[in-house]
Nanobody, 120 residues
Framework: HLVESGGGLVQAGDSLRLSCAASDQPPGPLTMAWFRQAPGKDRNFVAALTTSGNTDYADSVKGRFTISRDNAKDTVYLQMNSLKPEDTAVYYC????????????????WGQGTQVTVSS
């Protein structure tokens, strides 16, 4: 069970931090990831983080977004800086066991999403 929070309406250049709280997850090395879906577009990979600390970022967010996790709180974060209007989307938290992947189909668990809107 994944629950996202932290979305909202911001201006271009602003920062926002999304949170994803995990509960009732089966034990095991969960890779956590963020995807996003803009209106009329596919759900695309944003960032991922393994339990060993390996990360991967989409080129469009590299250098601006940072994924992190607090294992004690079973929470993963997405710090988004220098936001752009093209970052506007519903952001989804996802989880999978073992390894890192950019493929949506590889992720087993999904949250309901949180809306991020960036005005110009």
């Amino acid at each position: 069970h994944l629950v996202e929070s932290g979305g909202g309406l911001v201006q271009a250049g602003d920062s926002l931090r999304l949170s994803c709280a995990a509960s009732d997850q089966p034990p095991g090395p969960l890779t956590m990831a963020w995807f996003r879906q803009a209106p009329g577009k596919d759900r695309n990979f944003v960032a991922a983080l393994t339990t060993s600390g390996n990360t991967d970022y989409a080129d469009s967010v590299k250098g601006r977004f940072t994924i992190s996790r607090d294992n004690a709180k079973d929470t993963v974060y997405l710090q988004m800086n220098s936001l752009k209007p093209e970052d506007t989307a519903v952001y989804y938290c996802a989880a999978k066991f073992f390894g890192i992947s950019r493929l949506r189909s590889m992720y087993t668990y999904w949250g309901q999403g949180t809306q991020v809107t960036v005005s110009s």
